[in-house]
């Protein structure tokens, strides 16, 4: 099932998992392939917009400002949606908004019966509140009929990838999974071919049977429109477009930050999403649902339901410096940018946001309770602020975040379970006296003595460290200290040149 098995509360450390990952070649070659692809597409549109840095900072001020008023925005929304048709419910945290679905699906069925099955639009937040899971655990199954989401879904694996679940899957593997998973009746599926057409054909059998005949959908939001109470989903095949306009019953679940003000503000962020996440210019399917239309020739759903989903994001908004992390619009730049997720795929980081946005979304949802290890999983090159575009300063949020982390694991006795957080109090006690650090200098030099080996160059080297100083020396040689410090330096060309001035005289 898609998301199971995602859960930051239980997942191992990033770089414990990291270190399992990286000695998946495969793995790691489907993920730079995939990334490549999305970086030079990306590249080449972005080059097109002189505009670009301004269309940037237009969709910082968009979304700077509307967290700002979110409470105003949110308001607003809920006004307009329910004057056109629809039913808006809140959730204060996933198990609340887990609930309030299995709830409304329950209803959906033709007087009122449970439906046993759903179609679903790929959604991250239904992700993050493992909305599938419990609708599984309550006798209904989801059908995610977004390619890259049903791949995961009968692969029963895990999403890698913000925008394309299943870019660590090549074609070879994704045709092994049809073969076993899709039992249709009268298809043979073990002459499946392997070009992407061939895949993408066995996909459109498989769920054209379900668009024609499940009645409930569930889907997610890009956004939220607040002067108009519309709900805007792009997608790239036609698959939203099935979920939004064939089902009697929609159910849309959406983060309290996906509102934006105006429908006018769609100008901007629907030149900014695609061009970031996939390279394109434009989306080739974006709908904007409001309400709904109970005329007998109307289109699309006769009941409409939006769930808001908080779930700590409200915490998040309270924090003036970690408030950024909430612009994101999703768009998985900086995972592509990445040279940490690159390496590790998504994975590693053990919940559905992957990569540096996942890096200080996580542990902000889990309230810095778990998954303490993601501001950690950055080398804070900067990379992720130079792509995204809407402009969130990452690595200013992870050093926020790993401060927290700090301040966490050094309150009370948990110092004494935590040799990282004593040895980094042991260097800050000897940064702060010149003395201490001088004879710490001198210790150094005589502990590196049986550790160290010179090369034939005479050049000393440190190729292994014990304990947890070992991760310096797994993947790198360390030069051994020089002989005299700057200091020492500095004190003998001073001295140098005045015995210099003094036989001059």
């Known amino acids: 099932m898609s998301g199971a098995g995602l859960d930051p509360r239980t997942a191992p450390k990033f770089q414990v998992a990291a270190r399992r990952l990286v000695g998946d070649a495969q793995m790691r070659k489907n993920v730079r392939h995939a990334t490549n692809v999305i970086q030079t597409k990306r590249a080449k549109v972005v080059a097109e917009m002189p505009d670009w840095e301004d269309l940037r900072e237009s969709g910082r001020q968009i979304r700077r400002h509307t967290l700002r008023h979110l409470d105003y925005y949110l308001l607003q929304f809920e006004k307009n949606c329910t004057a056109a048709g629809g039913v808006v419910h809140w959730a204060r945290d996933a198990e609340e908004a887990r609930q309030i679905v299995i709830k409304l699906v329950k209803q959906s069925g033709p007087q009122g019966e449970s439906p046993t099955e759903i179609i679903k639009i790929k959604s991250m937040t239904t ?5 599938n899971q419990a609708l599984e655990e309550a006798g209904v199954h989801a059908y995610e009929t977004d390619l890259a989401e049903l791949i995961i879904q009968l692969g029963h694996d895990q999403p890698s990838h ?3 679940p299943a870019l660590h899957k090549n074609r070879a593997q994704i045709r092994e999974i049809f073969q076993r998973e899709m039992h249709l009746p009268g298809s043979d599926f073990s002459n499946l071919g392997g070009t992407p057409q061939d895949l993408a054909d066995a996909a459109r059998r498989f769920l054209r049977e379900k668009f024609l005949r499940v009645k409930t959908a569930v889907s997610g939001a890009n956004f939220l429109i607040a002067d108009t109470g519309g709900v805007c989903i792009v997608e790239s095949e036609g698959n939203g477009r099935m979920c939004l306009t064939l089902p009697e019953t929609l159910i849309s679940v959406a983060g309290i930050d996906k509102v934006v003000p105006k429908f006018s503000d769609l100008e901007v962020m629907l030149q900014l999403l695609p061009r970031s996440a996939t390279g394109e210019r434009m989306n080739p399917y974006n709908s904007i649902w409001t309400g709904v239309d109970k005329t007998a020739a109307g289109d699309g759903p006769r009941t409409f339901h939006v769930v808001l989903v908080d779930n700590a994001r409200t915490k998040i908004l309270a924090d003036e410096e970690a408030r950024q992390t909430l612009q994101c619009i999703r768009c998985g730049a900086c995972l592509n940018a990445c040279p940490v997720y690159l390496q590790t795929g ?7 946001y992957a990569g540096p946005i996942g890096a200080i979304l996580t542990p902000q949802l889990m309230e810095m309770h778990h998954a303490q290890s993601l501001p950690y999983a950055s080398s804070l090159c900067g990379a992720c602020y130079e792509v995204c575009p809407v402009k969130i300063d990452i690595p200013e949020v992870l050093i926020h975040l790993r401060n927290k982390v700090v301040k966490q ?11 990282e957080v004593m040895a980094l109090k042991a260097v800050a006690r000897v940064f702060r006296s010149e003395a201490v650090f001088r004879i710490a200098q001198k210790l150094g030099r005589l502990a590196e003595l049986p550790l160290s080996h010179k090369d034939s160059n005479g050049v000393g080297w440190i190729d292994w460290l014990p304990g ?7 993947v790198r040689d360390l030069r051994v200290m020089p002989k005299q410090t700057f200091r020492q330096w500095f004190e003998a060309r001073e001295k140098a040149g005045k015995k210099g001035a003094a036989d001059g005289k």
């Open 127 to 131: 992700e993050e509140i493992q909305l």
């Open 409 to 419: 694991q050094s309150s009370g006795l948990n110092i004494l379970a935590n040799p």
């Open 468 to 474: 947890m100083l070992g991760g310096w020396t797994q």
């Open 162 to 164: 913000i925008v394309v």
């Open 346 to 352: 998504g994975h590693a980081y053990g919940s559905v």
